[in-house]
Every structure is written in structure tokens, then in C-alpha cells.
């Protein structure tokens, strides 16, 4: 019985477990790279990345922007995949935005 071919065909990602802290740091990294933090640096409290809400099937992660928009970034438990919805409260406006794998922005272990 040598069926490692099935085995192969499973990447190291879907191996690996998505914690409610393997979601921030996904999405506390991507933030850090996609975003710039430079107008922060003399008043850090204007940008930041929290959780949020859990649910069965997915972790929630808000990040703040200096411009006062919010990104909430929900990371689906099984896959990774991490939908993206940015909502500016000021314009009462609200659009999805894409989405990334969570496992491309954590640090190989």
C-alpha cells in the first residue's frame, strides 16, 4: 500500500492550523506591508490591528487606518483565505476589497 501520491498532493498550508493568533499575526504582518505606517510613527494610537469577532467558520481582524477607515479582514479557519472589507465611517460607506492567503504572510515555522 504506497499511496503517498494523495499525500503529495496536500500542500504544507492546509496542514497547518489557523489559530485565533496565527490569524493576527497574518493579518497584523500584511497590514505592516501593505499599509504605510510612517504617519504613525509620533502618534502610534491612530493606526492599529485588533481582533475582532469570532464565528463558527471564520476570525475576524480589524485594522484602524490614520484616515479614520476601518479594514476588517475575515480569515476562514479552514482555508486561510482572508476576505477583505473596508468601511469608512465618515462617507457611511463600505466595499468589499479583495482578499489574500492568510499563510503567505506568516512566517514559515
Known amino acids: 500500500m504506497n499511496d503517498t ?3 503529495d498532493v496536500q500542500s504544507e498550508d492546509t496542514l497547518r492550523t489557523i489559530t485565533k493568533e496565527t490569524a493576527f499575526e497574518g493579518v497584523n504582518n500584511y ?3 501593505e499599509y504605510d ?5 509620533d502618534n ?3 493606526m492599529y490591528v485588533q481582533m475582532g469577532k469570532e464565528t463558527d467558520s ?3 481582524v480589524v485594522f484602524r487606518s490614520y484616515t479614520g477607515a476601518f479594514v476588517n479582514f475575515y480569515v476562514n479557519k479552514a482555508s486561510g ?4 472589507v473596508e468601511k469608512v465611517p465618515s462617507l457611511n460607506v463600505e466595499e ?6 492568510l499563510f503567505d504572510y506568516l512566517e514559515k515555522q
Open 5 to 7: 501520491q494523495s499525500t
Open 31 to 33: 497590514c505592516h506591508r
Open 37 to 41: 505606517w510612517s504617519v504613525a510613527k
Open 44 to 46: 502610534p494610537d491612530i
Open 58 to 60: 471564520a476570525y475576524q
Open 81 to 84: 483565505t482572508t476576505r477583505m
Open 96 to 101: 468589499e476589497t479583495g482578499t489574500f492567503k
